[in-house]
């Protein structure tokens, strides 16, 4: 649900009571340009202006529209104003969980549109628009530091006084939600500290990023950052591709062979998908790690390491503990520095800049030969943001290189998006929920339907894996996901590799 939430300015009222078609005001330029399934506007004009303007902007939107009236001693006292406008984001919290939130900058004071900034950049979860009669209505990112111009009393400012400034060495994890500003936080701490770390996180959200990020941060920025893929080694060759090797030790072993401990030696080795390492290399990698020496195949001399460990995984290594694919003392040993990176869909502020920086790459890249330069329309970035991105920050950049090939001139149109998105990735509520009762209607059938949208959404999200999709969904159990399914007629889920699963 799209909800747009703003104060009703004098520029709206006049529109309002000129009819004016050469100049509607901010609010309905916003709802021309973007469809919204609810406006809640604040109004501190006496109550009758706001019920004619109401009554005037009916008849350009089916939105529902609804007004709080709200008492203040002037239009700049930014207390005031911060207290009337956070109080109505929690109401419409409370009323719409998981809605998106659009905050318009336009109308209003200049107070108005500050206490919307810190609030979208310290408390709550919103898209930013501002609107004018030459550039029509636009997305505005504004990063978090630029707040501080912004901060409305004295507690905020201490707020914002307290965050230290994030090191140049993460400046290319491209981010503006309040999620990803908390995770770069506490990986700068990190950083400067020689321990393990450990990140957790879904495919595509930039994993390897971070970890480049915080060795160029650490005390080894001068040294090699040695990334290995756990997961692309074959069995029979990791404890060689790692620890090295003699001449002669096995065959094919045609010449010595560092491995990539000792490539790594005053540096940082990245293990990447460490979970997929077979039982028998984790408790050689304990060792290693635990006694800073290793033995290479073949020798019997053990040779002293020092490199730092970042490992990371798209799985729940404590889970993978619990179920004893994952030894618990490597665990422990690794786990010192943990940090979560969250998928894109529960940062969706970050869609916004993300869409800008990676056309921005994409127009450098794919542009060149043909001189193009191509830009969004006004639609395209909203269907972005509904989308659920399973893929993360990998397939949104996939999926706009696609867009941009696919688009004739210089602008990306909702049509060249919509052939761009993959089907498994795109939101299902307006093709199943928004379709309105027609002849043979079954609400049980469409209730079915959602469900299973749902469910293989789930298993795609956890990688197959019917016990993670089950409590995903809050089921006890697969069997319980299963058996529920099929009382409703639905036995055909299948895996993202195909397979049925009833």
Not at 34 to 48: G, K, Q, S, T
Not at 115 to 138: C, Q
């Amino acid at each position: 649900m799209n909800i747009l939430l703003c104060w009703i300015g004098q520029t709206d009222i006049k529109a309002a009571i000129e009819k004016s078609e050469a100049d509607v005001g901010p609010i309905a330029n916003a709802v021309a340009a973007y469809e919204y399934d609810r406006l809640y506007f604040l109004n501190n004009y006496p109550p009758e202006k706001a019920a004619s303007y109401k009554s005037w902007l009916r008849q350009q939107t089916r939105a529902e529209i609804h007004v709080r009236q709200i008492t203040l001693t002037n239009p700049t006292a930014y207390a005031e104003i911060y207290k009337a406008a956070s109080g109505e984001i929690e109401y419409i919290q409370k009323k719409h969980p998981g809605a998106l939130l659009t905050f318009h900058l336009s109308p209003g004071t200049p107070a108005m549109a500050a206490v919307w900034i810190i609030l979208a950049k310290t408390r709550f979860k919103a898209r930013l628009i501002e609107s004018s009669k030459e550039s029509g209505v636009r997305i505005v990112s504004i990063p978090f530091a630029m707040t501080a111009e912004f901060l409305p009393d004295r507690a905020l400012a201490e707020f914002s006084a307290s965050r230290p400034p994030l090191s140049p060495a993460f400046a290319d994890i491209i981010h503006q939600s309040e999620q990803m500003r908390r995770v770069l936080e506490m990986a700068q701490r990190i950083a400067g500290r020689d321990i393990p770390v450990l990140i957790e996180g879904e495919s595509g959200t930039g994993k390897e990023l971070l970890a480049r990020a915080i060795h160029k941060a650490g005390r080894r920025c001068d040294a090699v950052f040695q990334a290995v893929n756990c997961g692309a080694i074959p069995p029979d060759l990791v404890e060689s591709t790692f620890f090295g090797h003699k001449k002669g030790s096995f065959t094919g072993a045609v010449s010595d062979a560092k491995g990539f401990f000792r490539e790594a030696h005053n540096g940082t080795l990245f293990l990447d998908e460490i979970g997929e390492l077979p039982l028998s290399m984790q408790v050689k990698l304990l060792r290693a790690v635990q006694e800073k020496e290793i033995v290479p195949v073949g020798d019997t001399k053990a040779v002293a390491i020092d490199v730092r460990i970042i490992a990371a995984t798209n799985r729940s290594l404590i889970q993978e503990v619990a179920a004893n694919r994952f030894r618990s003392d490597l665990f422990y040993r690794l786990a010192v520095g943990v940090l979560y990176l969250p998928p894109l869909r529960e940062r969706k502020e970050d869609i916004d800049l993300l869409l800008d920086r990676l056309l921005a790459r994409i127009n450098g890249e794919l542009g060149i030969p043909a001189g193009e330069h191509k830009i969004f329309s006004k639609e395209v970035k909203l269907f972005m943001l509904s989308q659920s991105w399973l893929g993360n920050v990998r397939e949104l950049e996939n999926t706009l290189k696609r867009a941009y090939i696919w688009a004739d001139g210089a602008i990306i149109t909702l049509d060249d998006a919509r052939a761009a998105v993959f089907p498994t990735t795109e939101t299902f509520d307006a093709e199943l929920w928004n379709r309105p009762p027609d002849d043979g209607f079954s609400l049980k059938d469409r209730l079915n339907q959602i469900a299973k949208k749902h469910i293989e959404q789930a298993l795609e999200t956890n990688g197959g894996n019917r016990a993670k999709a089950a409590k995903y969904l809050g089921f006890s159990s697969y069997q319980t996901m299963n058996n529920w399914m099929k009382r409703g007629g639905e036995s055909d889920i299948k895996s993202p590799t195909g397979a049925q699963l009833a």
